[in-house]
């Protein structure tokens, strides 16, 4: 091992593990003064309002009825589930 490698692994900034560290604090920062925030546009439609997303048989209609929610992104309409 050369001198080199030695001083950037003996400081710690060779490692990937910081600049990750830091984007994730950032990004947590970042993103901290929408936890305040509450539904917007047509969240109401969509999320709270939609009868589909409150119980275990409106995941099957997510999936296997287009009509079921406003519009056919059964994916989404799963993770808002």
Request: glycine residues 8%.
């Amino acid at each position: 091992m050369s001198r080199r490698d030695k001083a950037t692994s003996s400081s710690g900034f060779a490692s990937p593990g910081w600049p990750i560290a830091a984007i994730l604090l950032l990004t947590f920062v970042a993103y901290l003064p929408t936890m305040q925030c509450g539904y917007i546009w047509d969240d109401d439609f969509y999320v709270t309002n939609n009868k589909t997303l409150h119980d275990i048989e409106g995941l099957g209609r997510i999936w296997f009825r287009p009509g079921a929610t406003p519009q056919y992104y059964p994916l989404t309409f799963t993770s808002f589930w």
